[in-house]
């Protein structure tokens, strides 16, 4: 059972003041190679959030959460995830579609937006986020953790694409091999820029791939990783 917790008003200055879930720690793909080691989301404030949910009663139940979010304005903006992930099957290597298809159908007046690491190359998942992209209200957004990754998934033609880049990475001109655009989150670039004003990730028709700077007390060994590969 996958436990969410909504916060319908973000305490976080640079998502804005839109609603924001999180979803437990157990949601998590295992392939993702953050998983346990240099999640920003392990750290600080929100790690220790997100270790708590489901327990002592803190979240809803997948049933009650989508029921929250179809209660929300039509149009509104959300950020699905600040940590965790989709609703995964037991091996979390596959993403749980009908629990999925319920949050989906549940946010198709919204403009809602998250990214996952569930590997979208499994012919399962990717059926699942192609679905959810092509119905819209929550754009689904492939993490890829390198420029090489990056190219393959947008090859996939499946939905938006964004990407880890080392902390010291430049923050304009950025292409991937293949080259592709790759725009660094004007969030990180532009002081008083937040999710809610730029909603860049939101758009599932978008050419470009965002960027995002390694960020947080992990950001150190994070790059060393990115520059590794």
């Known amino acids: 059972m996958t436990w969410v917790t909504l916060t319908m008003k973000s305490g976080n200055v640079k998502v804005g003041k839109i609603p924001v879930s999180t979803s437990d720690v157990d949601s998590c793909s295992t392939d993702c190679p953050h998983l346990g080691t240099d999640c920003y989301a392990r750290f600080g404030p929100l790690g220790m959030h997100w270790r708590k949910i489901g327990e002592n009663g803190r979240g809803d139940n997948w049933a009650a959460f989508c029921d929250r979010v179809k209660k929300m304005p039509d149009g509104q903006l959300w950020r699905h995830n600040q940590a965790g992930d989709l609703p995964g099957q037991k091996d979390r290597k596959k993403i749980h ?64 694409v964004v990407v880890i880049l080392g902390r010291d990475a430049k923050t304009l001109g950025n292409k991937t091999p293949g080259g592709r655009t790759v725009t660094v989150c004007p969030a990180q ?9 730029c909603k860049l990730c ?12 390694a960020h947080g007390t992990a950001s150190k060994r994070l790059t060393a990783k990115i520059e590794s590969v």
Not at 140 to 160: F, R, T, V
């Open 97 to 160: 579609r009908p629990r999925f298809r319920k949050l989906v159908k549940s946010s198709s007046h919204t403009k809602g937006y998250t990214y996952t690491h569930y590997d979208p190359t499994i012919p399962e998942n990717k059926k699942a986020i192609s679905e959810a992209n092509k119905s819209g209200g929550l754009t689904i957004n492939l993490s890829a953790d390198s420029l090489d990754q990056a190219d393959k998934y947008c090859d996939l033609k499946i939905g938006p």
């Open 189 to 197: 670039t532009t002081e008083s820029m937040t999710c809610e004003r």
């Open 202 to 213: 939101q758009i599932v028709s978008r050419k470009t791939i965002v960027g995002f700077l």
